[in-house]
């Protein structure tokens, strides 16, 4: 692209994204990693510097529970309409650099160039139509939040910061221009990233040049992490443990199966190991929801199992959006230790993470029940190295000091 203004896109790992690559992408040389900005870090185009700790919590809390309306069908549009389900850019918890004009003016790029329709790349999608006296394809996505994006498919070269300084230009990709957007997107982002396992995504493109591989490491408290690509995406190693994870309907999301949660050494066995209608798996691994939300008929009993084992009085949360808090200045309220059981992979959650300070007084649970869909959250995944691996289908977890990596 003509300009090197750095932007930022908000990074969704379960969306399907309107920036992709239908042709080959010249091999990159090893991996790459790029900089994961928290929406609350002072690099983040979305930092308020009034805002207190614990009214970004607060925040935090609210985007939890709202996101779930992300995960869910966009019954309420037309039948006809085209529909990929995906997060809004202000709706995610991380984003990330790359060089686009602030607000993108193709005419600028010296390598854009708009997609015509009698192009496959226009003839093989869902969501692409040649509207009459129209001689470029046109894109036109509705989403289940009742945001939708319209606009022109065109390919232009994305450039990706990366953290050696080094940046990473990905030629021939797929943008989708948009020239009417409406709903939850933000004018402090400039697009989505999809990191999911629709043929749309950014890492389903970069396929064989990344060896399908891509990993993240969550630092705790709102600060960046990382987002590692090919060789340096690869979780093995002494601790390293796998599960398979499925793609189901809309073929966008990561599900897994969690058999159980343990509290101590006490094993709460989940009711089912599937989700309704028969699909497999029955949690969604998000990096952009918070908090993670377990079944309704299994949540109360977990929530008893870690509330037994704290020798504090339960006190009511003051935005009364999370269920077991406790009056306490100090960090540690000997809360137990907690293990996700995923099918093939036990994986031993932060201390730091399984309770939010809320207030200077008060700290909470930082779990909720959820009715209709499971979200393991970024919360539940920081401080472990968490990889993906599209070609033999596997999540690998690995306890790691982020902070470090």
Same mark, same amino acid.
């Given at each position: ?187 402090? !982002? =400039?697009?989505? /990233?999809?990191? @999911?396992? #629709? *043929? %749309? $995504? ?27 690509? !090919? =060789?340096?995406? /690869?979780?093995? @190693?002494? #601790? *390293? %443990? $796998? ?34 209608? @028969? ?127």
């Amino acid at each position: 692209m003509a300009s090197d203004h750095s932007r930022v896109v908000s990074l969704a790992a379960l969306a399907i994204v309107f920036v992709c690559s239908f042709c080959v992408i010249e091999a990159l040389n090893g991996g790459f990693s790029v900089d994961l900005i928290h929406r609350d870090s002072p690099d983040s185009p979305l930092y308020n510097p009034s805002e207190t700790p614990s009214q970004r919590i607060a925040k935090a809390v609210r985007r939890s529970i709202n996101r779930v309306n992300h995960f869910k069908p966009a019954s309420s549009l037309s039948p006809n309409a085209p529909v990929a389900t995906m997060t809004s850019s202000n709706s995610g918890d991380y984003f990330m650099n790359y060089s686009i004009d602030p607000i993108f003016d193709p005419n600028r790029s010296r390598t854009y160039k708009a997609v015509a329709c009698t192009s496959s790349q226009c003839e093989s999608q869902d969501y692409t139509s040649c509207p009459r006296n129209e001689t470029t394809c046109q894109y036109s996505m509705s989403y289940g939040d009742q945001s939708f994006t319209k606009g022109e498919l065109a390919v232009d070269t994305l450039t990706l910061g990366s953290t050696t300084g080094r940046p990473v230009s990905i030629p021939k990709t797929i943008i989708g221009c948009g020239h009417n957007n409406d709903g939850t997107f933000s004018e402090q !982002g =400039s697009g989505i /990233v999809g990191l @999911g396992t #629709g *043929a %749309v $995504s950014l890492v389903s493109q970069l396929g064989s040049s990344i060896d399908g591989k891509f990993s993240y490491c969550l630092v705790p408290g709102g600060a960046s992490g990382k987002l590692n690509f !090919g =060789s340096d995406a /690869v979780v093995s @190693g002494s #601790g *390293a %443990v $796998s599960t398979p994870f499925f793609s189901n309907d809309p073929d966008n999301f990561y599900f897994l199966t969690l058999e159980a949660m343990s509290v101590g050494s006490k094993r709460l066995e989940l009711s089912n190991s599937s989700t309704s209608g @028969g699909s497999e798996g029955n949690i969604i691994i998000d990096s952009g929801t918070t908090l993670t939300l377990l079944p309704e008929d299994f949540y109360p009993k977990f929530e008893a199992a870690v509330a037994n084992q704290i020798d504090l009085e339960p006190t009511e949360d003051p935005s009364k959006l999370l269920s077991l808090c406790y009056n306490s200045k100090s960090v540690d309220i000997g809360a137990p230790s907690i293990t996700a059981h995923f099918t093939g992979a036990d994986v031993n959650l932060s201390p730091a993470t399984t309770f939010i300070r809320v207030t200077e007084e008060v700290v909470c649970f930082a779990f909720l029940s959820e009715q209709s869909i499971s979200i393991f959250g970024n919360l539940a995944q920081s401080d472990l190295l968490v990889g993906y691996d599209l070609v033999v289908k596997t999540v690998s977890f690995k306890p790691t000091d982020c902070t470090k990596f």
